[in-house]
């Protein structure tokens, strides 16, 4: 029974992952589109502040958060 619950948990967790970036990507003070955010990785203008506050601040902090829950987890 134990072995049956394991795979089900690790799918839950790693669908809830990208979930989680998805929300805090697009909550906060400003708005992000999904637009803006793959405009800002594939064609980042450095004159456009949004894309500087994704690339700056809102992927760093996604990519910190993984690292740190992943660190915790273990």
């Known amino acids: 029974m134990i072995k ?5 948990i690790l799918v839950i967790a790693l669908l809830l992952v990208p979930l989680s970036a998805f929300i805090h990507l ?3 003070e400003i708005y992000v589109s999904l637009n803006d955010f793959f405009s800002a990785i ?4 450095g004159s456009n502040s949004t894309h500087v506050l994704i690339r700056e601040f809102k992927i760093p902090r996604i990519l910190i958060a993984i690292v740190a829950g992943g660190g915790l987890a273990l």
């Open 4 to 8: 049956k619950r394991i795979p089900f």
């Open 26 to 28: 697009t909550t906060g």
């Open 42 to 45: 594939f064609e980042f203008k």
